[in-house]
């Protein structure tokens, strides 16, 4: 027997989690991509947690063989955990229809630091977002940042993978991954969302669980993580600046009036330090001086030479209005329901 054909053999099955609705304008690329990996794609499943779509997703689906399985809650974190269970893969990938991984090699090395270490308990493999290519530049600037910029500044550079050498150190690094131990009550910003993977034998939260962050916490707490620098996702979050406010008001009164239980940053705080509790009530202020984002925007130009990145202070002036705004329709009792938003590509209204 061929050596290569005993490593082939060696390989573990990989599953790639895609929960949707109605995402038949970012499936295919996202499809696509999968389907050109340099891994074998008898190694490969592709699992749909399906929310109904009237659209073209299905027949998307079908055509790069996927395993289609129903979602009757509709929203991300159920569907996750519904094909996590018909999941057939070693390592299980949690990836949204508006992801693209970036590289032809990318299943290859995430496999490649669970396959060196094996003696360790590596429970969660990550990637990082990266700027799509070609897209609009608001959308390539929270590439940069993988988040919005609330949330950015809670995190500050726990944002991001990239900065994470400047807070953490790992327990080991290659040149092609490094491996943490993190502590819960530090955690770096780390969802099972984006790409992230996951041993199979790794139980996120109930199906009834709807925070893919506090799912990250989970998994820190049980295990060890080994990030991935090269295995970048694409991540085509907003195409335009109204699309980024719907999706975040929607995101916003949801952690008022709580209509998706358990979801959003109010749910996670008892895992904050004193100084990210104080971050979210100083983000108003942080971003009306405009100097304090401002010199954050040179920094991450500094970091990324990217001009895009100088949305920075624009951006979090229109999230500090649009948060002030929706804090007094909670307050005098106007806003009843959260409406309708995509969470990925999976909508619905509350």
Not at 191 to 212: A, P, W
Not at 231 to 241: K, L
Not at 246 to 266: S, T
Not at 314 to 331: D, N, P, V, W
């Amino acid at each position: 027997m061929k050596k290569t054909h005993v490593r082939q053999l060696s390989l573990p099955i990989v599953s790639f989690i895609i929960p949707t609705l109605n995402a038949s304008r970012y499936l295919p690329q996202c499809l696509r991509a999968i389907r050109a990996q340099n891994y074998p794609q008898n190694k490969i499943e592709i699992i749909v947690a399906d929310g109904g779509s009237t659209d073209e997703t299905l027949t998307i689906a079908k055509k790069y063989k996927a395993v289609i399985i129903k979602n009757p809650e509709v929203l991300h974190e159920p569907g996750k955990a519904r094909a996590s269970e018909v999941a057939t893969g070693e390592i299980l990938f949690f990836t949204d229809a508006d992801n693209e991984l970036s590289s032809t090699e990318w299943v290859s090395g995430m496999v490649r630091a669970h396959m060196e270490n094996r003696h360790m308990h590596i429970l969660g493999f990550l990637s990082q977002t990266i700027p799509p290519p070609n897209w609009n530049s608001f959308d390539r600037y929270m590439g940069y940042i993988s988040t919005d910029p609330f949330t950015w500044f809670v995190y500050r550079w726990a944002s991001t993978p990239r900065t994470y050498g400047n807070l953490y150190t790992p327990i080991k690094r290659t040149t092609e991954y490094a491996i943490y131990k993190f502590d819960p009550m530090n955690h770096p910003l780390l969802g099972l969302s984006q790409g992230f993977g996951t041993m199979s034998g790794f139980k996120r939260e109930s199906i009834g669980h709807n925070d893919d962050i506090l799912s990250g916490i989970k998994l820190i707490k049980e295990g060890l993580v080994a990030y991935v620098p090269s295995a970048g996702i694409y991540h085509y979050h907003v195409s335009n600046i109204g699309e980024f406010l719907k999706k975040y008001a929607w995101r916003i009164r949801n952690n008022f009036l709580q209509k998706v239980k358990g979801m959003g940053i109010v749910n996670r705080q008892k895992y904050f330090s004193p100084m990210r509790k104080a971050r979210q009530i100083l983000f108003p202020f942080y971003s009306v001086s405009f100097i304090f984002p401002v010199l954050d925007t040179i920094q991450l130009f500094r970091l990324y030479r990217d001009p895009v990145v100088f949305w920075h202070p624009i951006a979090c002036l229109l999230l500090t209005g649009l948060i002030l705004k929706e804090a007094s329709l909670y307050l005098l009792g106007i806003t009843k329901t959260t409406g309708t938003y995509g969470i990925g590509n999976t909508q619905r209204e509350d």
